[in-house]
């Protein structure tokens, strides 16, 4: 672990020599950064500051239940974190052990308890449809805690996984079903459904994760981590960084972008330029995925390319169908239409 660290610090030194860098939030997560003994992410968090800054706005922890004690929450906290995103996918013990938890119900429900006395804010991340799962009772359970955030994800099976070696099959029409069921009863609890998976109380939308959906600068440190930075004509650097044998040896693929945009980095990341109608392309696809939707204005100014042009028999069937709304220069997908977003946005690229 001390080498991952100090490899991860050689990437932040080699952003900040890069990109300027003005931090608005932080979002430490992807994997199972809870793991981290307390000297160990007190120094990822030294490091953060020392290069980068202290978040101004939001820094989020994702956490895995069993990795959480009372007093770590309490030094999480210590260290900045503002909120904590826990990943307690059900609270019924055998749904957890179908999808390989290693924590219990009882586990999930104390890590949560122990963030609301010390977090800002707590967030809770649900899985569903899994096999013998009550999906109702578990959002129930969530809502019970006094999370003030709550996400709901489908759980699907990629090639390649433990799951599907082993056959794990998902019904689509019951993650659909699961899915509209959990929405009904977030929103008569009070929660506010602000993008495809995701709902909040009041003033606890997740910060860092609408600037995702809204395609703003965003840096990704470490294996596999992906990012984003603007260029004055409005185009975009974005990149993804190696997995992680390549990424210890490999240089960030940010130092590739002063001499090519194009250019693949060495260890098996990747540099692409965005603009254009790929542009157009990336804004809609993640806008879509927020309920207020994506101004189409914006989208044209930012991209140089008119959707209402190019997509128009596109839209219009979309619109037909009653998968999207459009009014004015807003375009949203609808209760249906957010069911079959993967559908909606195969149809605009």
């Known amino acids: 672990m001390a080498a991952y ?32 003994r307390t000297a160990e992410l007190a120094r990822l968090c030294e490091m953060v500051e020392r290069h980068l800054g202290r978040p101004r ?47 219990s119900g009882a586990d999930a429900l104390a890590c949560i ?3 609301l006395a010390a977090a800002q804010v707590t967030s809770v991340d649900l899985m569903m449809p899994t096999a013998g799962q009550d999906v109702s009772a578990d959002v129930r359970r969530a809502v019970a805690t006094g999370a003030q955030h709550i996400s709901v994800y489908a759980l699907t099976i990629e090639p390649g996984t433990p799951f599907a070696m082993d056959g794990v099959r998902v019904d689509d029409g019951g993650a659909a079903e699961a899915l509209s069921a959990a929405a009904d009863l977030l929103g008569a609890a009070g929660f506010e459904r602000y993008e495809v998976s995701n709902y909040a109380r009041p003033q606890a939308r997740c910060l860092h994760n609408q600037a995702y959906w809204a395609v703003a600068p965003s ?31 490999a240089r960030s693929p940010l130092m590739v972008i002063e001499s090519d945009r194009d250019a693949r980095s060495d260890g098996g990341g990747s540099v692409e330029h965005v603009h254009g109608e790929d542009l157009m392309r990336d804004l809609l696809m993640c ?10 204005d914006e989208v044209t100014r930012r991209s140089g390319v008119d959707p209402r042009d190019v997509r128009r028999s596109e839209l219009a069937r979309l619109s037909d169908d009653a998968l999207v709304d459009i009014d004015g220069a807003l375009l949203a997908a609808t209760d249906r239409g957010r069911l079959l977003l993967d559908q909606v946005t195969v149809a605009l690229w």
Request: aromatic share 6%.
């Open 113 to 115: 308890e122990w963030a």
């Open 219 to 249: 840096l990704g440190i470490g294996p596999s981590a992906s990012g984003v930075v603007c260029c004055d004509d409005g185009s975009l650097i974005r990149w993804t960084n190696p997995t992680l044998d390549r990424w210890r040896v």
């Open 287 to 296: 806008g879509l995925r927020r309920v207020d939707g994506v101004d189409l």
């Open 57 to 103: 706005r939001e820094a989020t922890l994702e956490v895995h239940p069993s990795t959480a004690t009372a007093s770590r929450v309490r030094h999480w906290v210590e260290l900045g974190f503002t909120r904590l995103s826990i990943g307690a996918q059900s609270f019924d013990d055998e749904v957890l052990r179908r999808l390989g938890r290693t924590h």
């Open 5 to 36: 660290l100090d490899r991860l610090e050689e990437e932040l030194a080699e952003i900040v020599a890069v990109v300027p860098v003005d931090l608005d939030t932080l979002y430490v997560g992807g994997g199972t950064p809870s793991y981290l």
